[in-house]
């Protein structure tokens, strides 16, 4: 199991190639990257934060009770803090499986569960403002500036 949080580029190549072992059907990928706007809204950049010992200790708790309930034998979730750019990868998860529909479905979960539990942060600087956004979706009480 690979958990960490990171500031530098996130290698999704190499991380996923340690994960791969030879009981493993599928490998499923989830590459979240920085999208060139929200709600039209054109997105210059987001910066990460995170209250890192609390999010490693979840992020390792999801990934445990991931293996737990969906049966895959390894997983992998890495997240950027700090400025990103669009098209910069911010959240890669990888999850090693004998067959692929456990994969998907572990994958899935992981990433939601990551996005409503784990107490990172990123706000979306635009070209006409900025906001702290909670990952998704977008707040409907927040409008376009």
Known sequence: ?????????????????????????????????????????????LDYE????????????????????????????????????????SVLIVVASAHRGAAFDACRWLIDTLKKTVPIWKKEQFEDGAVWADGEPFPEEIVRG
């Open 50 to 89: 995170a209250y890192e010992e609390m999010a490693l200790n979840q992020m390792r708790s999801l990934a445990e009770e991931a293996i737990a309930k969906f049966g895959v034998r390894d997983i992998a979730v890495v997240h950027r803090l700090g400025r990103l750019y669009v098209g910069e990868s």
């Open 1 to 45: 199991m690979q958990i960490a949080i990171v500031r530098e580029v996130i290698d999704a190549g190499s991380i996923t190639a340690a994960l791969k072992a030879g009981a493993d059907g599928a490998v499923c990928v989830f590459d979240g990257i920085v999208r060139d706007n929200t709600r039209g809204r054109r997105t210059l950049y």
